[in-house]
């Protein structure tokens, strides 16, 4: 699928900016705090109703503004379909597809596929269990409705149940209330272990393929899925653990608790490590990079049709080896790739289909490279 135009209006740092893209590899080049990201954000945000950077829709209105506008064409497998996104500053947002008004932002959720990739992503393996759920959550949302539905109700039914644990007594009334909501955790609990645990499944001889490859075949990757409980067992262990859980005021058991296992093999010497706690820096960043990559190409299988990358200063984290796996890589996708200047893409000979140039909230095409606009 391709994005063909943005326009914004009232959106972060930007006034009033329409653009049109390529399909290949778009760059968006600028000195610091210009905008650059905001682009992304504002594409992001109208295929997938969330800001990546978690931003409330009043954080993401021009200060001073009450109300932002964003409009996005795109086309998928050759339909187009265009967004709109009104942003206001105290009230929930509005959405249409095709002009059509939506009720539920859930509607646009899995209707245009992106991936995102920033700095922070390189830190998935090494940081906490959160960010590895976050990307679960992330990407099967996506790509599965029934996946939304299901973690949309097994969190509200978590708040529920933590709150009533926080004021609980061991009396029978408040013993049964607590029977009610452990009835929801476990049926919407069990739906997400399951989900999950397919996903991995699926994802990880892909992980594995490109690790591998990125290392020369030095070194093999095995991802597994770390269920904080297992589907058949959430009852069990659920009440085995409800005293415990009434004296800590707190729900211990649960997907809420999951996480992803990544483990190198190293071929030469046969040693394994959990590359979570023990990898080096190389490791947990070719790791995060295989998911990256594993993760456009699960879209494609599940969706028949490409993603859209968006690439937020990402090239400069990697070293050219991982630059050039990257960028060979992506060579079908339409792409969105923010920097702070060109040099690099023009010593390494990287393709650029469209340059654009960001300064101050103003987004300008460049149409010819010259020394002034390369150093
Ligand atoms: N709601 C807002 N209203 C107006 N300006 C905003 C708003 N939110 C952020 N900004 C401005 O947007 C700019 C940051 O934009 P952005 O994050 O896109 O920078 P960038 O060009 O990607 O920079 P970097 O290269 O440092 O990542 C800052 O100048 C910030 O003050």
Same mark, same amino acid.
């Given at each position: 699928m391709i994005v063909k135009s943005l326009a914004l209006s009232d959106f972060r740092n930007y006034d009033l900016q329409e653009l049109s893209f390529h399909h290949g590899i778009n760059i968006f080049y600028g000195d610091n705090a210009q905008g650059k990201t905001n682009i992304l954000e504002g594409i992001y945000l109208c295929m997938t109703n969330k800001s990546y950077r978690g931003s409330h829709d009043r954080e993401m209105i021009r200060f001073g503004k009450e109300d932002a506008h964003l409009r996005l064409e795109a086309e998928k497998k050759g339909i187009p379909y265009r967004v709109?996104?009104? @942003? !206001?500053?105290?009230?929930? !947002? *509005?959405?249409?597809?095709?002009?059509?008004?939506?009720?539920?932002?859930?509607?646009?959720i899995g209707?245009?596929?992106?991936?995102?990739?920033?700095?922070?992503?390189? $830190?998935?393996?090494?940081? *906490?269990? *959160?960010?590895?759920? +976050?990307? @679960?959550?992330?990407?099967?949302?996506q790509l599965d409705k029934v996946y939304l539905h299901f973690? =949309?109700?097994?969190?509200?039914? @978590? =708040?529920q149940r933590n709150a009533?644990? !926080?004021?609980?007594?061991?009396?029978?009334?408040?013993?049964?209330?607590?029977?009610?909501?452990?009835? $929801?955790?476990?049926?919407?609990?069990?739906?997400?272990v399951q989900l999950r645990e397919a996903f991995v499944g699926e994802i990880a001889p892909v992980i594995a393929q490109i690790y591998h490859s990125l290392t020369g075949g030095r070194e093999q @990757?095995?991802?597994?899925?770390?269920?904080?409980?297992?589907?058949?067992?959430?009852?069990?262990?659920l009440f085995l653990n409800r005293e415990r859980e009434i004296r800590q005021k707190t729900t211990l058991t649960g997907p809420h608790r999951d996480d992803i296992r990544f483990r190198v093999q190293n071929m030469a010497t046969g040693q394994t490590t959990d590359i979570r706690t023990f990898g080096s820096? *190389? $490791?947990?960043?070719?790791?995060?990079?295989?998911?990256?990559?594993?993760?456009?190409?699960i879209v494609k299988r599940k969706v028949n049709d490409t993603p859209v990358l968006l690439l937020d200063d990402v090239l400069s984290e990697l070293d050219s080896s991982r630059q050039n796996y990257l960028l060979d890589s992506i060579h079908d996708i339409q792409t969105f790739i923010t920097c702070t200047g060109l040099e690099e893409f023009v010593r390494h000979r990287f393709h650029m289909d469209q340059i654009y140039h960001v300064? +101050?909230?103003?987004?300008?095409?460049?149409?010819?490279l010259n020394s002034e606009t390369i150093f």
């Open positions: 709109d996104m009104h @942003l !206001k500053k105290s009230k929930t !947002k *509005g959405i249409a597809i095709n002009g059509v008004p939506i009720r539920r932002s859930s509607e646009l209707l245009l596929n992106v991936v995102f990739f920033s700095p922070e992503d390189l $830190q998935v393996i090494k940081n *906490g269990p *959160g960010e590895r759920r +976050r990307f @679960l959550d992330m990407e099967l949302c973690l =949309t109700h097994y969190n509200k039914c @978590l =708040t009533l644990l !926080k004021e609980i007594d061991l009396s029978k009334d408040a013993q049964a209330m607590l029977d009610v909501w452990d009835a $929801q955790l476990i049926q919407h609990g069990k739906k997400i @990757l095995a991802v597994s899925y770390e269920p904080n409980v297992s589907a058949d067992r959430f009852d069990e262990i820096q *190389g $490791q947990q960043r070719s790791a995060a990079l295989a998911l990256k990559l594993a993760e456009i190409e300064e +101050r909230g103003v987004v300008t095409r460049v149409n010819s």
